[in-house]
């Protein structure tokens, strides 16, 4: 069986998707906001297949289709891998929005990658709630009192969107990942 794991936001979270909540970001308790991994309450198989199906056609529609992405370099051996929490944002009508993953590095060291909002949601605050519950699970997935690292790999356009989220560049060199302009950048929490 695999299992399913769901993230609520907290308080300070709460105050900055308020202004996104008319627009179907939801800081209640409706099930809006959604992450599976291999720790939580058991699902079935069928179920869970369902979910990651509709986690990676998020992904296809904007890495392939939109930005040109190889299919072969969007879907990699680190999705099936247990040390991997794939986070989406879906409506009342389990449609996904946006999706995110989550790669566990070290105890306290994460990679936020392959965060894809669908393009008739996007400026709804659906990213920002897929990077709240990346926080929250790297979070819950590191010893308690540990200082937690997050780097990820940001394309050019969005590095406004990540410094608006508390992340800073790191280091001073661009870099092409599947032809697309790239840098790093790190939170700690």
């Known amino acids: 069986m695999t299992k399913l794991v769901e993230f609520s936001f907290l308080p300070e979270q709460v105050a900055l998707l308020l202004p996104y909540e008319s627009k179907g970001v939801s800081s209640g308790e409706d099930g809006v906001l959604r992450a599976f991994s291999l720790a939580g ?9 369902s979910r990651f199906a509709r986690v990676m056609a998020v992904r296809y529609e904007v890495f ?38 989550l790669l566990q590095d070290g105890a306290a060291s994460f990679h936020l990658g392959r965060v894809a909002v669908l393009a008739k949601n996007r400026g709804r605050g659906y990213g920002r709630a897929v990077m ?8 819950a997935l590191s010893p308690q009192g540990q200082s937690v690292t997050l780097q990820l790999s940001s394309q050019e356009h969005a590095i406004g969107f990540y410094r608006g989220l508390g992340y800073e560049l790191e280091g001073s060199s661009r870099y092409l990942d599947a032809g697309i302009w790239h840098r790093d950048m790190v939170k700690r929490l």
């Not at 299919?71 to 991997?84: A, Y």
């Not at 389990?94 to 993953?101: E, K, T, W």
């Not at 709240?132 to 979070?139: I, L, Y």
């Open 41 to 49: 309450p058991a699902i079935e198989e069928a179920e869970f297949a």
């Open 64 to 101: 392939v289709k939109e930005q040109g992405v190889p299919p072969e370099l969007e879907i990699d051996g680190r999705d099936p891998l247990e040390s991997t929490t794939h986070v989406w944002v879906e409506n009342q009508a389990n449609q996904v929005l946006a999706v995110g993953r």
């Open 132 to 139: 709240f519950a990346f926080e929250n699970a790297a979070r």
